[in-house]
């Protein structure tokens, strides 16, 4: 008998049927992955699960060990041995690590917060996960990264029998990775059951016991992994085939667009020292530059200080389209021909309540108004256009942007900066969250920018994605330039030698 059994679950939101009837079941100490596009099910399968969406909002029937499960909330499924890591974080940024894991659990002594005894758990935790953390940090001073590890912690410190994880790899850097492997595999060795959700299929192969593929909300298949191929998966999650994954073509480089000479950024709260760090390279029209390195190597920073946002002082000699140029602001950088797609596209690259195309217009607006009004008739050409070329899913561009799938969010956001009209295009992990097919085409809309001459710098933690993607490698290590690579001779591991400080 498996340990978990999810027998004809069906779920329905106003005009969306999200599941119909799927089935779904996991062996204790088993990692079952759950693939699909966005939009496929697989969160609302999860969610339904976890408890966010209690009994009996749903069709169907749980079981746990034989037993029947009818959560009216997520404190039952906890209760229950089911604990979800969602793909959001969900931190409370003044408290400390130790308080975030133990959120509403506190340890008490005397009737008040044991202190000590919180901080001692937190810290025996985190070492089980072989993060080093200071319990007592402060989460609004971690990473994203390292918000994603207090998360996985908080997730085990209520000894779960079954831990979903819903792209716990989404922001973390490959070292970070590896050690989310090591846990995993220890876990499932103890008897948890691990419920993984990535669109990583790498991250499949590696990890997976089976893989269960939704589309459209229906159960398409179950497949062993030491059986399935990466071929299989794909047709079975978009119902076609991709034909190649990475659409690129032999770039013809022109003329050096970006020249950065010494460039350092200095951190706002640590004066003398730096995020930056005397960083120098070029970058030429039609070519994809890929930005290599570990989490806090400096790659965000650089991009940051290129488009005049970083907040910090600033020094050393930017060249664009041959004009001096250091921007002091993202007005300056945009005006000077940069873009910059951010890495989060919810926090820095949408305002998720506003429509489609006023998103997409939202960086032209300078140019849409030479008389201080927004010329409306101009606003829509442009936007349609856009929309059109990128291929944008959406009902009318009225729709809030919000409710669109994360490729086609992801896909808003490219055309935002698109309608400016870039010389340089700078992409901060430009496929993150986003599903194998949504990667396609934003590989394709990639590979068509280069070949029309736009000079893109594209940040990456995927290194198969760099090394099929990029013309050359800059691998960055401590907020220096470690080497740079041409495409012929880069190799994950010689990425990783230089990313590590080797070499």
Not at 79 to 94: C, F, R, S
Not at 207 to 226: E, F, I, K, N, P
Not at 241 to 258: D, F, R, S
Not at 370 to 394: I, M, T
Request: glycine content about 10%; proline content about 4%; some cysteine.
């Amino acid at each position: 008998m498996s340990l978990l059994e999810m027998a004809e679950i069906s779920k329905e939101f106003p005009g969306v049927l999200a599941l119909e009837r799927v089935s779904v079941s996991a062996e204790r100490g088993e990692v079952l992955a759950l693939l699909g596009e966005n939009g496929a099910g697989k969160s609302t399968l999860v969610k339904i699960l976890s408890g966010v969406y209690p009994y009996p909002e749903y069709g169907g029937e749980i079981r746990i060990g034989g037993r029947v499960c009818r959560f009216r909330g997520t404190r039952d499924a906890v209760e229950a041995g089911v604990t979800i890591i969602h793909q959001e974080l969900n931190l409370v940024p003044q408290f400390s690590v130790a308080e975030n894991i133990f959120l509403g659990r506190e340890p008490a002594r005397r009737g008040a917060i044991d202190q000590a005894a919180m901080e001692r758990e937190a810290a025996a935790i985190l070492a089980r996960m072989r993060v080093e953390l200071d319990p007592r940090t402060p989460v609004y001073q971690l990473s994203v990264g390292q918000q994603q590890l207090v998360e996985i912690a908080k997730a085990l410190s209520l000894q779960a029998r079954i831990l979903i994880m819903d792209e716990p790899t989404s922001a973390l850097a490959q070292s970070e990775v590896l050690h989310l492997f090591d846990l995993i595999r220890n876990l499932r060795r103890d008897g948890v059951t691990i419920i993984y959700i990535s669109h990583k299929l790498e991250e499949i192969f590696a990890l997976a016991d089976r893989v269960t593929v939704l589309r459209d909300g229906q159960y398409v298949g179950t497949r062993s992994v030491a059986e399935a191929s990466r071929d299989e998966l794909v047709s079975m999650m978009v119902g076609r085939e991709l034909g190649e994954l990475y659409p690129k073509a032999q770039a013809g480089l022109g003329e050096a667009v970006l020249e950065v000479e010494g460039l350092s950024a200095e951190r706002p709260d640590r004066p003398g020292a730096f995020a930056v760090d005397g960083v120098s390279f070029q970058l030429h029209a039609g070519e994809v530059l890929g930005l290599a390195g570990l989490l806090g190597a400096g790659r965000t920073e650089l991009a940051l200080t290129l488009f005049g946002a970083w907040p910090g002082p600033c020094r050393g000699r930017v060249r664009i389209g041959g004009c001096e140029a250091l921007p002091r602001s993202p007005r300056e950088a945009i005006d000077a021909g940069l873009a910059l797609v951010t890495e989060d596209r919810k926090l820095t690259g949408l305002v998720l309540g506003m429509g489609t195309g006023e998103n997409v217009s939202l960086a032209s607006l300078p140019d849409l108004s030479p008389l201080g009004v927004v010329d409306r008739r101009a606003e829509e050409s442009l936007v349609r256009r856009y929309v059109q070329e990128l291929r944008v899913k959406v009902s009318r561009l009225e729709q809030p942007v919000g409710t669109l799938s994360g490729g086609n969010q992801q896909k808003v956001v490219l055309a935002k900066w698109l309608a400016t009209n870039p010389k340089v295009l700078i992409l901060d992990e430009p496929t993150r969250g986003i599903d194998v097919g949504a990667k396609a085409e934003v590989y394709q809309i990639i590979g068509e920018l280069a070949a029309r001459g736009v000079a893109i710098l594209m940040i990456s933690s995927e290194l198969p994605e760099l090394l099929a993607m990029s013309d050359r490698i800059l691998v960055m290590h401590q907020g220096r330039a470690a080497a740079v690579l041409d495409r012929v001779e880069a190799t994950q591991e010689r990425i990783m030698a230089y990313a590590t400080g080797g070499v």
